[in-house]
């Protein structure tokens, strides 16, 4: 998928029709919703911050945005628009990737994984544990089975239980900036990383393979995510997305 003149910096999957883009195009700050089969731009909102990562809470029907500068927002999905934006005024920390488990939305800050409900006025963030996470970067987090994957800043994935215990940590050599996660249904953790590279890791953090060490367009990855029904792997940076199919049958 190609998108002129745009600076597209994340992603997520909406419902089975669309996904929504951020752009941090310098002039003009947007999300897009697009039609994930056919590419083509359905709506386009204006937002004031430089969009960092997307999530889609199906539940809700609801999108939360992070944003560079300790942006922090949500809108709801109206039909085929995003109506109107709104900040959360409880948050104070720089934000970073963010997942939701049960009734919470998890969310990366610098040093800490923290949470908040995301109910119609949610109020305030607890913290769930301390990190050696920077969320003036970009970096990744996803929660599966009741454990926590994430980025750090030491180039590493590491995994913990829901209220912090550490369970792996897992670094290599072959891999020198992750800067966003997803798992796949099989059990695999998918891991981006700076320098056009896919990654794949057991869900145990034993076995680590390259699925790609090339992009068809994009040259500066920031984001990656999934969807999950037919595990389609979308990698944007700059004007282009470029959208991959993954067998389950990761060989490692």
Known sequence: MHFPRSKLTCGVC??????LLGDAT?????LHLVDRTTGLTI???????D???LYFDKDLNRIFISCYSKGLFYADLKGETIAKIFKMSFNTDF???????????????NNAIKKFIPSDSPKEMTKCFLTNTNSTEL??????????????????IKCASLDGREI??????????PVSIAMLSADVLLILDRNCTLHALS?????????????QKVADPCDMWINIDDNTVYIAGGEHIDVYKIELNVKF
């Not at 869900?203 to 992009?215: E, P, T, Y």
Request: glycine share 6%; charged share 30%.
């Open 26 to 30: 310098t002039n003009q700050k947007m």
């Open 51 to 53: 969009v960092k990562r």
């Open 168 to 177: 792996f940590t897992h670094k290599s050599d072959k891999m020198r900036q």
């Open 95 to 109: 934000v970073g990737a963010l997942c939701r488990f049960d009734k919470h939305i998890y969310i990366t800050v």
């Open 14 to 19: 909406i419902a089975d029709k669309f996904i």
């Open 139 to 156: 970096n990744g987090v996803t929660i599966w089975k009741e454990k926590v994957f994430y980025t750090t800043v030491d180039k590493e």
């Open 43 to 49: 709506s386009k909102t204006g937002i004031t911050g």
């Open 203 to 215: 869900s145990d953090g034993k076995k680590h393979s390259i699925l790609l060490q090339k992009f």
